[in-house]
């Protein structure tokens, strides 16, 4: 369901950062907010399944995945990372080594100007949260949200969140995720999160231009 989510189609947009890493061109009017030319191709989704799957194995640990379940299936999913002083989100060098021995580095993840477009996207993405947090800066973070195409605009997002939120006031912690495009910025605006910083995503050869680049955005906690 996410890797799927992330892929998009020529119907629904995918995941618009990692969309522009893997292809530029490939979303409608060269927008990666936009739906895809062209339905996902056998590489596009080893990428996104080789991301969900590297994702899952660093943030399992945590206990903190979670799923929106309809009639048995999953319709939203999102993992977060607890509030901590280790940069936990962080993966280290023996996991790297680990999950890329385990799963396979995709190819367009390990050469040609893509790879330089995920550094690049990774690099803007840990900017902003270095800059809205410190080491010592409790907060939750969220790598990664999916709603399943088919499901979309059924509020299951919305359901998600409010569950997700309420563990940021449960703790009393901020909750921060990284963003990109209005419509992604908007559906975290209704659910309490705010815009706090915006990063250019850039190469020696390209810029991603659109939409303000990378949004980190912050959600309070409730008093």
């Not at 009017?29 to 739906?35: H, K, L, S, Y």
């Not at 999102?78 to 999950?99: G, H, R, S």
């Not at 709603?147 to 939120?165: D, M, P, T």
Request: hydrophobic fraction near 35%; charge should be positive; aromatic fraction near 12%.
């Amino acid at each position: 369901m996410m890797a799927k989510c992330f892929a998009g189609s020529t119907q629904v947009p995918g995941e618009s950062m990692l969309s522009w890493c893997f292809d530029p061109e490939g979303n409608v009017d060269g927008d990666p907010c936009n739906p895809l030319k062209e339905e996902p191709s056998a590489e596009r989704l080893n990428v996104m399944r080789f991301i969900i799957k590297f994702l899952w194995y660093q943030h399992l640990r945590h206990g903190c995945c979670f799923a929106l379940m309809k009639n048995d299936k999953p319709v939203a999913a999102a993992f977060l990372v607890p509030p901590n002083n280790k940069e936990a989100y962080k993966e280290t060098a023996c996991f790297q080594m680990w999950a890329i021995s385990k799963l396979g580095l995709p190819k367009e993840m390990s050469s040609g100007d893509s790879m330089v477009r995920f550094d690049a996207m990774a690099k803007a993405m840990g900017v902003s949260h270095k800059k809205l947090f410190g080491k010592e800066d409790l907060h939750w973070y969220i790598p990664i949200v999916a709603v399943g195409s088919e499901y979309q605009g059924k509020g299951y997002g919305r359901e998600l969140f409010s569950f997700i939120g309420s563990l940021g006031d449960h703790t009393k912690n901020p909750m921060y995720l990284e963003t990109f495009g209005p419509r992604n910025q908007r559906f975290y605006e209704r659910n309490g999160f705010e815009v706090m910083d915006k990063q250019q995503v850039v190469t020696k050869k390209e810029t991603l231009k659109l939409h303000d680049g990378s949004l980190g955005m912050v959600r309070p906690a409730s008093n």
